[in-house]
C-alpha cells in the first residue's frame, strides 16, 4: 500500500531516446510535483500540478512534458534525452489546504542514466 | 523571491553529542517551515516543521528553532545516534509563487563512532 509509487525505479538509455516516468498516490492529495535531484543532491523543482492543471513550471528544457490524467498521477515525458538529464527523479504529492502547505511525501525515486 | 541558504554542506559529529544545522531565508513573508531528511539512496521525508506562530518546536532529540526577526531557523538534534547520518533539507515556503517550497543545498551529517 505504497503511497507515492513511482516507475521505473531504475531506467538506463541512450542520448536522444524518448523516455516517460509515471507516478501514482493513493493519499487523495491535490498537489503533485515533480523534483530533479543531480549529483550534488540539490533537490530542484520541475512542476506543480494542482487537480490537474499546471501551477508550477520552473525553467526546464520543453523536452520535459508533464501530464496530469487525473489527480492521482503525474507522469513525466522527456524528448530527446541528454546527458545532463542524468539524475535521480523524484515524485511527490501533498494536500494544499487553503494557504498552509501539508507535508510533502515524496516516491522512492527513479534513477535515470543517460549514455 | 525567496532565497534560502543552509550551512554547513557537512557536518561530522562524535556520536552522542549535538548536531547543528541553520538556515536563513530572504522572505519575511515566508511563514512555514520543515525539515527533510534523506538517507543514502531513500526519499526525503519530513522529521519536524515550524510555522511562523512559533519560536521553537521539539520532538524526541530533535528540535526546530526560529527567529523570524533575524530569518533563521535551526534543527537541533542532541544524542547523536548512527542512525542520524543521512542529508538534511531545510525550506521555506514562498507564499508569492503559490506557496512553493524553496529548498536549502543540504546537509550532509556524519555520525562518527
Known amino acids: 500500500d505504497t503511497a507515492v509509487s513511482q516507475t521505473p525505479k531504475y531506467l538506463v538509455t541512450q542520448m536522444g531516446n524518448d523516455k516517460s516516468i509515471k507516478c501514482e498516490q493513493n493519499?487523495?492529495?491535490?498537489?503533485m510535483y515533480w523534483y530533479k535531484q543531480d549529483s550534488k543532491k540539490f533537490l530542484k523543482i520541475m512542476f506543480s500540478y494542482n487537480n490537474k492543471e499546471l501551477i508550477i513550471n520552473e525553467t526546464v528544457p520543453n523536452r520535459f512534458s508533464p501530464k496530469s490524467p487525473d489527480k492521482a498521477h503525474l507522469n513525466l515525458h522527456i524528448n530527446s534525452l541528454e546527458l545532463g538529464d542524468s539524475a535521480v527523479y523524484f515524485c511527490a504529492s501533498t494536500l494544499q489546504e487553503g494557504e498552509a502547505t501539508g507535508e510533502l511525501f515524496f516516491g522512492e525515486g527513479s534513477r535515470l542514466t543517460v549514455l | 523571491g525567496e532565497n534560502v541558504e543552509q550551512h554547513p554542506s557537512t557536518l561530522s559529529v562524535q556520536e552522542g553529542d549535538s548536531a547543528v544545522i541553520k538556515c536563513t531565508y530572504s522572505d519575511s513573508a515566508s511563514n512555514y517551515f520543515p525539515w527533510y531528511k534523506q538517507e543514502l539512496g531513500k526519499r526525503p521525508q519530513l522529521i519536524i516543521d515550524i510555522r511562523s506562530n512559533v519560536g521553537e518546536k521539539k520532538d524526541q532529540r530533535i528540535a526546530v528553532t526560529l527567529n523570524k526577526t533575524a530569518k533563521h531557523f535551526s534543527l537541533h538534534i542532541t544524542e547523536t545516534q548512527p542512525e542520524d547520518s543521512a542529508v538534511y533539507f531545510c525550506?521555506?515556503?514562498?507564499?508569492?509563487?503559490?506557496?512553493?517550497?524553496?529548498w536549502g543545498a543540504g546537509t550532509k551529517l556524519i555520525i562518527k563512532p
Open positions: 493519499l487523495g492529495h491535490d498537489t
Open positions: 525550506a521555506a515556503e514562498n507564499s508569492d509563487s503559490n506557496y512553493q517550497l524553496i
